[in-house]
């Protein structure tokens, strides 16, 4: 079992940075991959970022790629996601999420634990 747990979402203007925190419980950190994703209203969740556990190996949709950076903090058993020159169509509730396999993974169903999601909204 782990237990996510995401924190830094907030209201921003287009153009203006975050940095999103996920942090993990309940299973070693240093052996999951880990997710980000996002859902807008009315839109299914989408894949942002993932960053594994062997050797920090990161992708990212191409939406994001150029913006955003995930990293991981094993001794703080927290994955980051820096966002930067938000955009309105950035808003979303961000989720983290963690499996355990040795791949990146990149669609939601490869994914076993989900934080509860951490909202942000880019005003243009």
């Known amino acids: 079992q782990v237990q996510l747990v995401e924190s830094g979402g907030g209201l921003v203007q287009a153009g203006d940075s975050l940095r999103l925190s996920c942090t993990a419980s309940g299973r070693t950190f240093s052996n999951l991959n880990m997710g980000w994703f996002r859902q807008a209203p009315g839109k299914e969740r989408d894949f942002v970022a993932a960053?594994?556990?062997?050797?920090?190996?990161?992708t990212y949709a191409s939406s994001v790629k150029g913006r955003f950076t995930i990293s991981r903090d094993n001794a703080k058993n927290t994955v980051y996601l820096q966002m930067n020159t938000l955009k309105p169509e950035d808003t979303a509730v961000y989720y983290c999420?963690?499996?355990?396999?040795?791949?990146?993974?990149?669609?939601?169903?490869?994914?076993?634990?989900w934080g509860q999601g951490t909202q942000v909204t880019v005003s243009s």
């Open positions: 960053i594994s556990w062997r050797y920090g190996s990161t």
């Open positions: 999420a963690s499996h355990p396999r040795v791949r990146l993974a990149l669609t939601a169903a490869e994914y076993d634990y």
